[in-house]
């Protein structure tokens, strides 16, 4: 059974071409103009994922979201991608508060939507296989990593480390000695094919002052000069 | 009772009682003009000396004579003080039209400030200063005011324009596709994407703008490292400059730690870089570096652009200030508004910012206050959303 994708925008243009794509790409689509439909279809309809604009008449999307999930706990979390204008608060949008898996903004291609749609289904569907089975603790140098626990260890010291902050270090710690650019670190770690960049870069600098013995000479997590971050889990 | 002190009373009866009637002129006359007052202040003066030495003489009985006498030496005293002081109150007043005439004239635009001719009292000349001075920051102030009203105006006619030529485009391009008469369909697709895409750019250049000027930038402050910011905005930028035939190379030292809003600054020196690579010629080299610097961090990003005239340098960052290509945007580029924009960051993060010719081309620098490094491992505080307290800014470092 192919996935379902629920579209939620009143601009009818947008939402056509969109679903145009979407059905191209082998998905089921539905069309709401509004939240109050959207939330109606989404029952006797449930979908695999919204897409989801911010700014809708009647009930604005970050509620709709928010009613969306709540009605869709019991079984899985729902994907959702946000469609913002431009100026519109993106962290509000990625916030936790809401949680969307990633946001576009408008203007936007419909080509590269239709790809994060389906990018987003993939890493569900990865994450719903971890969830039944998570990765096994293990050790790297100083560092004992339990994914399942969300706890890492220095030097049998619990770090104490925020969620993106274990997120990133967790990955660095099981891919040492490879050189990842912040797009793919945004990608592979926060789950955005598009944002921020520097989010990377503040939380970098957050991880070392947690794992570095002098943060400024950074010994496991190196800046690889013009392209992006390295772990090294044993520094000559 | 000795002949003195009888002298000294009767003298002071008769010039009290004239004294006492200049107390009551003078509360009649508070409302009166200068000249009237000092002609009054005279007469009483006179009057009290005339009072006193008649009464005095009368008492006395002196000759008539000599009476005659002291009353003629006493008006024709009278008379020399009246005149003068007739005198001095046309002086004041005169001043005092002049002075009336200046404040008038203080704000009209037409005339401009009439300042006061001639020699005047220092209380009024004092005052004609102040008048001088408040006319002049006035003037000031509307200078500046018609400038930035200028540079308004200009900057919407030529966004106006700028935004006008790719609609044209646009709208010529769909109705060639919709009429079925264009020859080269597929063209015509890809480049009605890429002039969206530069409108697109165009204006969220103005909406960054926009917050910068009404002051509405929130920065999300973190303490980060010059190195870093310097290395991913050459990792970001090296295919723009590769696809140029520019060499984009950087270099920094280590433990140059700044205050800073990791989005928007890196949003400023993308800019810098994005213009280095646009104004450098193919083969030509743009280095950004980042060096420690008495109280606190430069960054520097250097370019192969030939220069800019040294009549420009002040202006570089100005709103409507367009290089020599400009009145064409640059296909990638937004409205041509990035320099102001790395301005308005710059200084919303207290630093500052300004270019010199250096080299084969100019030189923009980025001067930002250091910060003492954080104790590691500390706890963190979310995602770098909220804002830490200014006071870990140490400039003095």
């Given amino acids: 059974m192919s996935a379902r994708v629920l579209v939620v925008d009143d601009d009818l243009t947008i939402a056509e071409v969109v679903g145009d794509y979407l059905r191209d790409a082998g998905l089921e689509t539905r069309h709401a103009a509004d939240g109050r439909s959207a ?18 008449p009647g009930i604005d999307g970050l509620e709709v979201c928010k009613r969306l999930r709540a009605a869709h706990e019991r079984q899985r979390p729902l994907p959702v991608i946000m469609l913002t204008a431009l100026g519109e608060e993106a962290d509000r949008v990625l916030g936790l508060e809401t949680g969307a898996d990633d946001y ?9 939507l239709a790809l994060r749609v389906q990018a987003v ?11 039944a089975a998570p990765p096994e603790p293990f050790r790297a140098g100083r560092f004992e990593v339990d994914v399942a626990a969300r706890r890492i260890r220095r030097d049998d010291r619990e770090l104490v480390l925020t969620v993106r902050e274990f997120d990133l270090l967790a990955f660095f710690l099981s891919h040492p000695g490879r050189a990842f650019t912040r797009p793919e670190l945004l990608e592979l770690v926060w789950g955005w094919s598009f944002g921020d960049l520097s989010t990377v870069t503040v939380c970098v600098r957050r991880i070392r002052e947690k794992v570095e013995d002098t943060p400024t000479a950074p010994v496991h997590l190196q800046t690889v000069w013009g392209v992006g971050y390295r772990w090294e889990t044993d520094p000559r | 009772m000795s002949a003195q002190a009888q002298i000294i009373l009767i003298a002071a009866g008769c010039a009290g009682a004239v004294g006492a009637m200049g107390i009551a002129a003078a509360w009649l006359l508070r409302r009166a003009s200068l000249r009237l007052s000092f002609q009054v202040a005279s007469a009483i003066a006179v009057l009290a000396v005339v009072a006193g030495t008649l009464g005095t003489a009368n008492a006395m009985f002196i000759s008539q004579h000599d009476l005659r006498v002291v009353g003629m030496v006493c008006v024709v005293a009278g008379l020399v003080a009246f005149g003068f002081c007739w005198l001095l109150g046309r002086q004041v007043e005169t001043s005092s039209l002049a002075l009336r005439r200046a404040a008038r004239s203080l704000g009209q635009e037409e005339t401009g400030f009439c300042e006061p001719a001639g020699p005047m009292a220092a209380e009024l000349a004092a005052l004609s200063e102040e008048l001088a001075a408040t006319a002049r920051k006035l003037q000031d102030s509307r200078e500046r005011e018609r400038r930035a009203e200028r540079s308004r105006r200009q900057l919407v006619a030529w966004v106006s324009h700028d935004l006008r030529t790719p609609l044209a485009g646009l709208r010529a391009m769909a109705e060639a596709l919709e009429d079925g008469i264009a020859s080269d369909a597929g063209r015509y697709h890809k480049q009605i994407r890429a002039e969206v895409i530069r409108l697109s750019a165009m204006v969220e250049d103005l909406f960054e703008l926009s917050r910068i000027e009404s002051g509405t930038l929130n920065l999300s402050p973190d303490q980060l490292e010059a190195r870093d910011l310097v290395s991913d905005a050459v990792a970001s930028m090296e295919p723009l400059a590769r696809a140029r035939g520019v060499r984009l190379t950087g270099e920094a030292g280590s433990a140059l730690l700044i205050q800073a809003d990791a989005r928007e600054l890196s949003r400023a020196l993308a800019n810098l870089v994005t213009n280095a690579i646009r104004h450098t010629p193919e083969d030509g ?29 002040a202006s570089v960052f100005d709103l409507t200030w367009r290089g020599t290509r400009a009145r064409t945007p640059a296909a990638d580029g937004g409205a041509g508004l990035g320099l102001a924009i790395v301005r308005g960051i710059v200084e919303a993060h207290r630093g500052r910012v300004s270019v010199v010719n250096a080299g084969e081309g100019c030189r923009f620098e980025v001067r930002l206050p250091a910060v003492a490094p954080r104790g590691g491992g500390g706890s963190g505080d979310g995602d770098g959303r909220r804002t830490r307290p200014a006071g870990l800014l140490i400039p003095g470092l």
Wanted: aromatic letters at 2%.
């Fill in chain 1, 39 to 56: 939330l109606s279809l989404a029952e006797e309809w449930p979908p695999d994922l919204v897409v989801l604009d911010l700014m809708l």
């Fill in chain 1, 104 to 112: 576009v903004t408008k203007p936007f291609s419909p080509r590269e």
């Fill in chain 1, 121 to 131: 289904l993939r890493r569900a569907a990865v994450a719903a296989e971890t969830a």
């Fill in chain 2, 285 to 313: 080299r743009v280095q950004v570096t980042a060096t420690a610097e008495a109280g606190g961090v430069l960054i520097a990003v250097a370019d192969g652009c030939g220069g800019i005239p040294d009549a420009d340098l």
